[in-house]
C-alpha cells in the first residue's frame, strides 16, 4: 500500500524558513519522481516542486522559485522541501505523491506563515 508521512510544518514568521519532510512507503521509491503539493485555505491543490528519480531533473512553480529547494534522499525513501524567504501567501498544508499518480493523499503538514 503506498503511503506519504509529511512532517516539520509549523508556525514561522514572515521571511523565516522550514524544512519538511516525506517519507514514503510501499513502492520503489528510486524508480519515482516525486512532487511537493500544497492546498492553500479556498484554494484549489498546486503543485510546487518536482524532483526526477534520481535528481538531475527538478522543477519549481514560478511563485516559490529561487526560495524552495526540493531534495530526496533515496536509501531513506524520503523527500524533503527546504522553505526559505517564506510569505503569507505561502499559507497552506503541504502535501508529498508520486509525480503524474493517482496515490491517496497522506495527511499533509501545516505550514502557516504570519506575524
Known amino acids: 500500500q503506498v503511503q506519504f508521512v509529511e512532517s516539520g510544518g509549523g508556525l514561522v514568521q514572515p521571511g523565516g524558513s522550514l524544512k519538511l519532510s516525506c517519507a514514503a512507503s510501499?513502492?520503489?521509491?528510486?524508480?519515482?519522481?516525486m512532487s511537493w503539493y500544497r492546498q492553500a485555505p479556498g484554494k484549489e491543490r498546486e503543485v510546487v516542486a518536482t524532483?526526477?528519480?534520481?535528481?538531475?531533473?527538478?522543477n519549481y512553480a514560478s511563485s516559490v522559485k529561487g526560495r524552495f529547494t526540493i531534495s530526496r534522499d533515496n536509501a531513506k525513501n524520503t523527500v524533503y522541501l527546504r522553505m526559505n524567504s517564506l510569505k503569507p501567501e505561502d499559507t497552506a498544508v503541504y502535501y508529498c505523491?508520486?509525480?503524474?499518480?493517482?496515490?491517496?493523499w497522506g495527511q499533509g503538514t501545516q505550514v502557516t506563515v504570519s506575524s
Open positions: 510501499g513502492f520503489t521509491f528510486s524508480s519515482e519522481a
Open positions: 505523491r508520486r509525480y503524474g499518480a493517482r496515490d491517496s
Open positions: 524532483i526526477s528519480r534520481f535528481g538531475g531533473s527538478i
